[in-house]
């Protein structure tokens, strides 16, 4: 039992929104799909939920045609980015709408809508209209209108972009109790955020320019993704990414940076490379002169765009430090992190999975 | 400088209010003046300055000889209006809904020039339009008749529904529309389930156009009827004679402009904003 999506191809004003996309969306899963803004993340969602229409290309649903049901008639939820709720209606309403549009009686409605809204900690704002709730509980309403539904297929379009930082924390780890209850549903989750993704588990699934460019297990997707493109969208700051060659046992970076050998690199044959090293896998403790470009704090951690003898890059330092643009650091790279890309872009070798960090 | 910057302002504010408010001041104390009264020169306070009369009033509903009997033009006047402001609403809601929400193209034409073509009825002069009316009311057998008024002034409010209703709909999200039909509804349950409930602001903006616009009209009431029907501007202006009744002219103004007036302080709780608050952010 399963959504099934193949070679669907969304093309607007000659721009390809979806690009020969092929996936299969089991029940009771959790899929986060991770992409840049325009990877084709949002279409996707509203294609699956019938409010554009491919081209060419299947879906179907439990192995009946999907993409001539209309919209109104899929078994779909979804909650946008925006929060869009009813105005004109209580928060209670608001929840109980696409029940009473499905025919249910207005008691059993209101029932399950109330115990929907207390699920995602809405009581005693049941009677309260969304313009008088606060971005996060106007978002929760969306929410609970999304889940009362019990749709098949439940959409989540980057739900907590819009939100302030406490409340995406907040709501992001409520999801994993939210989603517990979806246990029939296909759900189907999109963001930008690597993190965010790597969080809520389960399947990721990688867009870029309206294509799939990389499908697994989250974990395994962040420890060996299979292409460039698809290392600086799983990681965030990206990936940095050097050219080089492999000779005589050494690693040969621009700027006359030679690095010796990792094993997990040494099957290589000699010749060109390309090198990608997560900003988190550089420190400032080296002998490769930088310069420093930018300097940002983002939590605890500093976040240095650095421009050296190697090229541009970035390095990520654990604790709020304080550099002035213009100034010189020296930076080292660790090898044992290395990771090894063809001059096309394609995954040759990956370093070990970093059990520490990820147990 | 704050103190001569607020006395000016204020200024401003009493003149504007006053050349605003002044001729209804005048119209009401010359309503309840005598021919004598109003010829003795100005005067505002009644009882002081001039002795009060309800003979302008009086001349209002007086049938034969002197005066004019306003009821029935003023009943018709409300039947044309109420029904083709009604009308032109429900029709132009629907037309600038589609307007919005879905796109036409006949040949060059695109939403956007269709939107300017219903307006663009209203740039020309009402006399361009006068004789076709005319020969097509006569062609109808509808001349002289309210439902002949009520064909014209359709196609003369319709525009101006259309065009506040597509303005509207267009600051409505269309992610609402497009929500509701996640949530069961087809594209007709979404307009009138979600959208509809939502757009009364600009329903009653709309709806009050409409009213104003059709209540006021003169010229077409004028050219369009004779003797059978008689619609309320024109029967006002068959009072004057050789000698202006100002006292019953402005009777009849304040007549007039009061339903406007009514209707305007029951649409105004309609036309504060914020009505979408809540829909997206």
Redesign the interface.
Known sequence: MALVLQNIDLREDGIAHLDNVSLEFKRGRLYTILGRTLAGKTTLLRTIAGLQHPQRGSMELHGQDYLDIPVWKRSTAMVYQQFINYPHLSALANVMFPLKRAGMSRDKARRRARAVLAGVGLSGFENRRPGALSGGQQQRVALARALVKRADILLLDEPLVNLDYKLREQLREDFQNIFKGQDDAIVIYTTTEPAEAIQLGHEIIVMDEGRVIQQGNSLDVFNAPTTIRCAEVINDPPMNIFSGTIDKGHINLQGDVRLPLPSHLDQLSEGPYRFGLRAADLSINGEIESEVELSEISGSQTILHLRGGIGSFILYEEGVYQYAIGSTVNVSLNPDRIYGFSVQGDLVAAPAPMSKQWR | MKTIYLALKYLAILLWTSFVALPFLWALTTSFKTANGVTGGATYIPWLQYKPSLEGWKVLVRTGGQGIDIVGPYISSAIVTLSASFLSLALGTLAAYGLSRFSYRLGFLKNSDITFFFISQRIMPPIVLAIPFFLMLQFLGLLDTIPGLILVYIALLLPIATWVMVDFFNNI?R??D?????????PI?AFVR?IL??SLPGIAVAGLFCIIFGWNDFFFAFTLTFTKTQLLPVAVVALNSSVTPWWSLSASALVSVAPLVIIAFFVERFLSS????????
Do not use: F, H, L, S
């Open positions: 999200p992610q609402v497009e929500m509701a039909m996640i949530d069961g509804c087809n349950g979600v409930p939502n914020g009505k979408m608050a809540g829909a997206i952010r």
